[in-house]
């Protein structure tokens, strides 16, 4: 059970952008991208901290079968963070887990992202 | 917004134990994890993939005021990958997030663990 995990980090994001602080928005923007992707949504959760503050982030979840995808946003500093993690546990799902990464790149269009790539390790293999 | 992300990927986990397959025990150990680390969870989603299969695994998330919890199960590998994210924004929760992943760590008792500790970018800063 090896997997991929691709975080991104991004800043200068316009936080007038509706994913940015509108939960319905960025479920419709994940939605989209995961299903572009040929990746599979189990389930999903979509909260917004203060509901009552027009500065508040979002923050979403979506399990994949694959395993998940998870978005935070700071509308106050321009900033997402992004999580996408596939198991590659029978197939290779990391040109899905690009692909998916991509697409939220190009929605939030940051003027700054690093991107990391971690390698999750096959600890988890059948006992013998 | 500095953030550290804590990632574990474990082998050699009982397929007995309750939280690798019942839902409720899963939320159950994440919940006493999240509170006894001081961090704060907002809410939470938890699903298991196949309720009719006795072999299903079991995803969780719970989202933190400071980031998030991801815990996922396969109980036919005995592994269990863990994800504790938390953002360094105006205090520094690395502690907590060790303590958090210590005690799942504890709770799983697995026979294998690579712990991998990823240092998230500061990109999202306030534009000047």
């Keep these: 059970m090896q997997g991929l995990h691709l975080t991104a980090d991004l800043g200068g994001v316009d936080a007038s952008l509706a994913p940015m ?3 319905g928005a960025l479920a419709a923007l994940c939605h989209a991208a995961v299903a572009q992707s040929g990746l599979t949504g189990v389930a999903e ?3 917004r901290f203060a509901p009552d503050d027009p500065q508040s982030g979002v923050t979403g979840v979506v399990l994949l079968a694959e395993s998940h995808l998870a978005v935070h946003t700071w509308p106050e500093l321009g900033g997402v963070t992004l999580d996408v993690y596939v198991c590659n546990y029978g197939t290779d799902n990391s040109a899905k887990a690009e692909a998916l990464l ?3 790149l190009k929605a939030f269009a940051p003027r700054d992202a690093e991107v990391q ?3 999750r390790a096959a600890a988890a293999t059948p006992a013998v």
């Design 117 to 119: 790539r971690l390698s």
């Design 45 to 47: 959760l979509f909260h």
């Design 21 to 23: 602080r509108d939960a």
């Design 102 to 104: 991509d697409a939220l």
